[in-house]
């Protein structure tokens, strides 16, 4: 689905915007075609594409010719006409990426996320790499639009409120200190929906109804319905950690059984193998030793090692009866898996998850629904906060407009 223009004046900016995304998602258009699309007069795209033209962001490329045998003027985006950071935070590891405007990565970073109390040294620590890039990168300066953050819920207005798993953050004005630390515009975003903007983004277009299952430190989920990325009332949609992914497993403190966040959450997986003897235990708030566990438990169980195997395909079945139940809840024809450990879990989960079994999938007489992993591998999250920045050029949201005038 694509958002219709309006004519009025007050609403150029955002005018302006719309025809930029098309640009950028379609590679080549006619001014023609943007006008079809945007409902907007042929007029009015004229001057927005002389504007962005001016702003070095879209190109002329050629003239094509029309089934009516009229030549059309092609735009297409300057790919490095603009640029954007993206920060991911998970509580084991952060991911920092340069984007341009073609969806391109330029630069990437990773570093182990401080495990201090308190944000002090992670807010350090995300400066400090900002700085480095943005100084290796000084030629970008001009056309850098700002930072996007990535981060685990939940988050109020622009502050992260005690995220369960970053020891001794309370309220934390997140958006705010990075911004007055890195002097960039800071646009921030919860996890999962950062990943399903990522993947958005990604698609060109192509995908409208989906969900991104988010495999982290904690699990998660980002919709999208009708080509728009859901937020919820609050912007913390996606708390799936208290459905069901084994109705036969272990009681959970909220009173269900077998729920995701007891039983596929990494620290469970690699507490189970560390019960059975295949892996050294690792304390539960030793984050990147849980992600550096998983992955040990997940290349024993690709070798074919029974034990590890056994653990991580009950996790998959258990994420398997997920995507169908969001399937069926939100009618949904694509799952995407993703997340920082999807590259370790990604073999096993690729043979175990799809396809979703007839008997638990309502809509399996009408359509199918693909449940494949994501293209952005771990850098997901951190692709995702970038193209947020990008993206929110074209949220009707005034307040998230960063187009430079
Ligand atoms: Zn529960």
């Given at each position: 689905m694509e958002r219709r223009g309006s004519?009025?004046?007050?609403?150029g900016d955002y005018n302006q915007l719309l025809v930029l995304d098309l640009v950028r998602r379609h590679g080549s258009i006619s001014r023609v075609e943007l006008s079809e699309r945007t409902g907007l007069s042929g007029q009015t795209v004229s001057n927005i594409c002389r504007r962005l033209v001016a702003a070095g962001l879209i190109e002329p490329a050629g003239r094509a010719e029309a089934d009516t045998g009229a030549r059309r003027t092609m735009f297409r985006i300057v790919a490095r006409g603009q640029f954007s950071i993206g920060l991911h935070i998970d509580p084991a590891r952060m991911t920092l990426v340069l984007l341009n405007l073609a969806g391109e990565v330029e630069e990437r970073a990773s570093l182990v996320t401080p495990s201090?109390?308190?944000p002090e040294d992670l807010l350090r620590a995300v400066v400090d790499a900002v700085a480095g890039l943005a100084a290796r990168r000084s030629d970008i300066a001009p056309r850098l639009v700002g930072l996007g953050v990535s981060t685990p819920g939940p988050i109020l207005a622009d502050a992260v409120i005690g995220?369960?798993?970053?020891?001794?953050?309370?309220?934390?004005r997140l958006r705010a200190e990075l911004e007055s630390r890195t002097g960039l515009p800071v646009v921030l975003e919860k996890d999962t929906i950062a990943a399903a903007t990522g993947e958005l983004w990604v698609s060109g277009g192509s995908l409208n109804d989906f969900a991104v299952i988010y495999l982290g430190t904690g699990i998660g989920a980002g919709i999208v319905l009708g080509g728009e990325v859901v937020r919820g009332s609050s912007d913390?949609?996606?708390?799936?950690?208290?459905?069901?992914?084994?109705?036969?497993?272990p009681r959970c403190p909220c009173g269900g059984r077998g729920c995701i966040a007891i039983t596929c959450a990494p620290v469970h997986l690699v507490t189970e193998a560390a019960g059975q003897g295949l892996l050294p235990p690792v304390p539960p708030d030793d984050h990147l030793g849980i992600e550096t566990a998983l992955a040990r438990l997940c290349a024993l169980a690709d070798d074919g090692d029974p034990a590890a195997l056994a653990i991580v395909e009950k996790s998959a079945r258990g994420i398997g009866r997920i995507a169908a139940n969001l399937a069926n809840v939100l009618d949904l024809d694509t799952i995407i898996l993703g997340g920082p450990n999807w590259p370790a879990l990604s073999r096993t989960y690729l043979r175990v998850a799809p396809p979703i079994p007839a008997s638990l999938l309502t809509v399996s007489d009408v359509h199918t629904v693909e449940v494949r992993g994501t293209?952005?591998?771990?850098d997901g999250g951190a692709i995702g906060a970038a193209s947020l920045v990008m993206s929110s050029m074209v949220s009707a949201r005034s307040e998230r407009l960063l187009l430079p005038r």
């Open positions: 004519n009025l004046p007050r609403v201090g109390d308190g995220p369960p798993n970053l020891r001794g953050w309370g309220v934390v913390n949609l996606g708390e799936i950690g208290h459905l069901s992914g084994d109705p036969d497993g293209t952005l591998n771990e």
